[in-house]
T-cell receptor, first 115, second 115 residues
């Protein structure tokens, strides 16, 4: 089955620790995105990448970092600089070149909590 | 700036009754509008989209949405609600900027269908 896989499903972070959330897609999509979901605030864009080896800050990038070394992978690191990391994190992808059906595909999410 | 607003945090409807989940948009140029649904602890799933053409768009699970340019609205509708429709619904718009494709979401509306 084609899709997006996020891991782990649950993650706990200790004070001062960096943690990395994994996102892998086998849809051959060009663009990938990371969103943060907090109750009542909808989805807020953290980072996005339109092509390999390139990425852009979204609306709430402070305290986060990403890489896009391979087309299928877009890991998100939550650094110790992110003082309120507890949230549900969603990875998404879409085909943006050639024929696009304008449909965004999502992973099942990672719930990050602070110990 | 391209954005969408969902004025209702929660919508309650009895099973079998018609439902409407509201969305208004603020877009310069022609809007690309979408509806997604999220079930608990899962990623979002695409329901339908409006790019151009007929103002009434049909999507998955019997949902439809009406694009109204004069009222800048894109309300989600279903003629007869099911208990299984209970979920979180997000309206979204495609933001354009510097050649980038940036999906931007509203805050979400919780739909509760009572038996």
């Amino acid at each position: 089955d084609g899709g997006i896989t996020q891991s782990p499903k649950y993650l706990f972070r200790k004070e001062g620790q960096n943690v990395t959330l994994s996102c892998e897609q086998n849809l051959n999509h060009d663009a990938m995105y990371w969103y943060r979901q907090d109750p009542g605030q909808g989805l807020r864009l953290i980072y996005y990448s339109q092509i390999v080896n390139d990425f852009q800050k979204g609306d709430i990038a402070e305290g986060y970092s990403v890489s896009r070394e391979k087309k299928e992978s877009f890991p998100l690191t939550v650094t110790s600089a992110q003082k309120n990391p507890t949230a549900f994190y969603l990875c998404a992808s879409i085909q943006t070149t050639g024929v696009t059906n304008e449909k965004l595909f999502f992973g099942s999410g990672t719930q990050l909590s602070v110990l | 700036a391209q954005s969408v607003a969902q004025p209702e945090d929660q919508v309650n409807v009895a099973e079998g009754n018609p439902l409407t989940v509201k969305c208004t948009y603020s877009v310069s140029g022609n809007p690309y509008l979408f509806w997604y649904v999220q079930y608990p602890n899962r990623g979002l799933q695409f329901l339908l989209k409006y790019i151009t053409g007929d103002n009434l768009v049909k999507g998955s699970y019997g949902f439809e949405a009406e694009f109204n340019k004069s009222q800048t609205s894109f309300h989600l509708k279903k003629p007869s609600a099911l208990v299984s429709d209970s979920a979180l619904y997000f309206c979204a718009v495609r933001r354009f900027g510097g050649g980038s494709y940036i999906p931007t979401f509203g805050r979400g509306t919780s739909l509760i269908v009572h038996p």
